[in-house]
């Protein structure tokens, strides 16, 4: 039972362009939304999240945007660095039941100069 | 500030053996996880100790796998007998009550 989804496994884009990372959800308690990166040979770090009672945070080139309704949420990357490329997880938790992360199967990016 | 810390770094072991894993989370972190992460996949949680006591270990196969976490701060994690199935990175990540986790480069196994 996959909880959170990530449809797409690849992404290539042109530096300079927009990345655009999607996420599903299943589970309506989730309430904290996280997306983490991941280098080869090295662990996910946390690059932006969102809580639930908002529907987009920004910070510097990265935006998440929320659509509980949906049970969907995105991230995007405004312009592409080759910097970026990297495998991306969608994260989701629920912080009152002990904070734990949910992974998605990840989206390997591909930013070509 | 020093991150989380885990050894060894990568593990070659035959079927049937033992291994152990050790991680050192972020100094005054609660909150401590292990995640098995399978080539092409999410990482999964197995267990997460808060201070030294289990919050939750449901995902943990414990005919085969166990976890420590004593005196509250250093966790290490055992497999014993090893299946090929459990060729993975094992991730250890810490925290505080809320928020981000923080996780370590990780544990590569590969099991022959």
């Known amino acids: 039972d996959q909880q959170v989804k990530q449809n797409s496994p690849s992404l290539s884009v042109q530096e300079g362009r927009i990345s655009i990372l999607n996420c599903d959800y299943t589970?309506?308690?989730?309430?904290?939304f996280l997306w983490y990166k991941k280098y080869p040979a090295e662990g996910p770090t946390f690059l932006i999240s969102?809580?639930?009672?908002?529907d987009k945070n920004e910070d510097g080139r990265f935006t998440v945007f929320l659509n509980k309704s949906a049970k969907h949420l995105s991230l995007h990357i405004v312009p592409s660095q080759p910097g970026d490329s990297a495998v991306y997880f969608c994260?989701?938790?629920?912080?009152?039941?002990?904070?734990?992360?949910?992974f998605g199967g990840g989206t390997r990016v591909l930013v070509k100069p | 500030e020093a991150g989380v810390a885990q050894s060894p770094r990568y593990k070659i072991i035959e079927k049937r053996q033992s291994v152990a894993f050790w991680c050192n989370p972020i100094?005054?972190?609660?909150?401590l996880y292990w995640y098995q992460q399978i080539l092409g996949q999410g990482p999964k949680l197995l267990i997460q100790f808060q201070n030294n006591g289990v919050v939750d270990d449901s995902q943990l196969p414990k005919d085969r796998f166990s976890a420590e976490r004593l005196k509250g701060v250093d966790s290490t994690l055992k497999i014993q007998p090893a299946k090929l199935e459990d060729s993975a990175v094992y991730l250890c990540a810490s925290s505080q009550d809320r928020g981000e986790l923080f996780f370590g480069e990780g544990s590569r196994l590969t099991v022959l």
């Open positions: 589970n309506s308690m989730f309430d904290y």
């Open positions: 994260a989701a938790s629920v912080p009152a039941a002990g904070n734990k992360l949910t």
């Open positions: 100094s005054g972190h609660a909150t």
């Open positions: 969102i809580s639930s009672i908002k």
